[in-house]
């Protein structure tokens, strides 16, 4: 009688226990778990096979601003929060937006010209 180890391939580790886990077969919840997780990090790197009507474009409720383009309309106006705004509120925006930017632009201050009153009370100051 031998009591020598199973023979393994070389390189590869001896397992004593090769014969009781083949007859076992695998554990189903582990393969779902496993099969589950995988598929979530695929999706996270954009690489999961998608399946028709899975797209980004039909999850959203919104339409992409291309299709209001193409109509020649314009699209809604949504707030940082996502939320359609009434024209009162998209004029104000717009106008904040515009004060923003015409005070973090250093152009604006080089070509302003000043007006008559301010010329005339530098000419009177000098």
């Known amino acids: 009688a031998s009591d020598a180890a ?6 590869e580790h001896i397992n004593f226990f090769a ?7 695998q554990n189903e919840e582990h393969a779902k778990e496993k099969a589950v997780k995988d598929m979530q ?4 790197l954009g690489i999961a096979p998608l ?11 919104s339409k ?14 949504k707030s940082n929060r996502g939320a359609l705004l009434d024209e009162e509120e998209r004029l104000k925006l717009t106008d904040r937006e515009k004060r923003r930017k015409l005070g973090a632009d ?3 201050t080089l070509v302003k010209a000043p007006s008559e009153g301010e010329e005339l009370a ?4 000098s």
């Open 6 to 11: 199973p023979a393994a391939p070389p390189g």
């Open 19 to 25: 014969d009781i886990e083949h007859a076992m077969g």
């Open 41 to 44: 990090e695929m999706k996270r």
């Open 51 to 61: 399946a028709l009507g899975d797209g980004a474009s039909e999850a959203s409720e």
């Open 64 to 77: 992409p601003w291309y299709e209001y383009a193409m109509r020649g309309e314009k699209a809604p106006a």
């Open 106 to 108: 250093p152009m604006a």
């Open 122 to 125: 530098r000419l009177e100051d």
